[in-house]
């Protein structure tokens, strides 16, 4: 496996935790008395999640010279 591919599949992996994290902070937005400070860390680690896809994306498109 070249360092491509094992750079495609950590961006499917990070993706996917980015979308579960998205259903999860969801559910919990929808209980009655929620957990505040718990959301706070899954926006915060979704955010980050988010920050890792950016550049791995970056890493992963060639550089264009214009």
Do not use: T, Y
């Not at 993706?15 to 009655?32: F, M, N, T, Y």
């Amino acid at each position: 496996m070249n360092e491509q591919e094992i750079l495609q599949q950590k961006l499917a992996s990070l993706r996917s935790e980015h979308r579960d994290l998205d259903d999860v902070i969801a559910r919990i937005g929808e209980q009655a008395p929620f957990d505040q400070l718990q959301i706070q860390r899954l926006k915060k680690r979704k955010l980050l999640l988010k920050d890792q896809i950016a550049r791995l994306e970056s890493r992963l498109l060639p550089d264009i010279i214009a």
